[in-house]
């Protein structure tokens, strides 16, 4: 999943966007409000995370103007523990959540989880189409009887398919899913990754559309 990093600090920028790697997400971070607004309106995010004192536009100003163009990414706002009346106003400007800063990252990972579940209108905490499933905390899936661990990767790419069940996704448009800005994109990483998935779960759980991409069944 394609998360958005809205930060101007320095050293938090680094350390979440580091954290949110290793947690399978792909990741751009901008530094100010006015190119998070470009990021927004040049790529299709998964999730925001969005600090509130920024440089240009400020967090309040990219929310108010990212809901009034009718997206409705879910964005989770990170502010001072002082900060209470932007977080009031943050939420009613259309934020999902929040988190006060200084915060533990597994809580982050936590909310996040439950923001794309929410997003997805579902409260189940494990994804899935009925015989393939997917628990978000843990990166294990399951396809019938067959249980496997996934590499974060691999996640990311099975995760990207099971929120659009029955919608073929091209390789171009699930490494968005899987690269953020900087990372360089390895040609054979997405067939790579659906081998790699087909043989820890069986090649049913995958379909294939010759030539535009691959999906997972809807649910019955
Ligand atoms: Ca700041």
Not at 137 to 158: I, K, M, S, W, Y
Request: proline share 4%; hydrophobic share 45%; aromatic share 6%.
């Amino acid at each position: 999943m394609r998360v958005l990093l809205v930060e101007d600090d320095m050293m938090v920028g680094n350390a979440l966007e580091q954290g949110l790697r290793d947690a399978a997400y792909a990741v751009d971070w901008t530094r100010d409000g006015e190119s998070a607004l470009t990021a927004l309106a040049t790529h299709e995010y998964g999730l925001v995370v969005l600090d509130l004192g920024l440089p240009s536009a400020d967090g309040l100003s990219v929310l108010r103007r990212l809901r009034a163009s009718g997206d409705a990414t879910p964005v989770l706002i990170v502010t001072a523990r002082d900060a209470v009346a932007s977080r009031i106003a943050g939420l009613d400007l259309g934020a999902d959540d929040y988190l006060v800063k200084p915060f533990a990252f597994a809580e982050l990972l936590a909310r996040l989880r439950a923001l794309t579940r929410r997003s997805g209108g579902t409260a189940q905490a494990v994804l899935g189409n009925g015989p393939l499933t997917l628990d978000p905390a843990t990166r294990v899936a399951r396809f019938g009887a067959t249980e496997a661990r996934l590499t974060p990767r691999e996640f990311a790419l099975l995760q990207a398919l099971l929120l659009r069940p029955g919608t073929v996704l091209s390789r171009e448009r699930l490494e968005e899913d899987i690269y953020g800005w900087g990372e360089e994109v390895e040609s054979n990483t997405v067939e790579y990754m659906i081998h790699s998935l087909r043989r820890k779960l069986g090649a049913d759980a995958i379909r294939n559309v010759r030539g535009s991409g691959w999906y997972v069944d809807a649910p019955p």
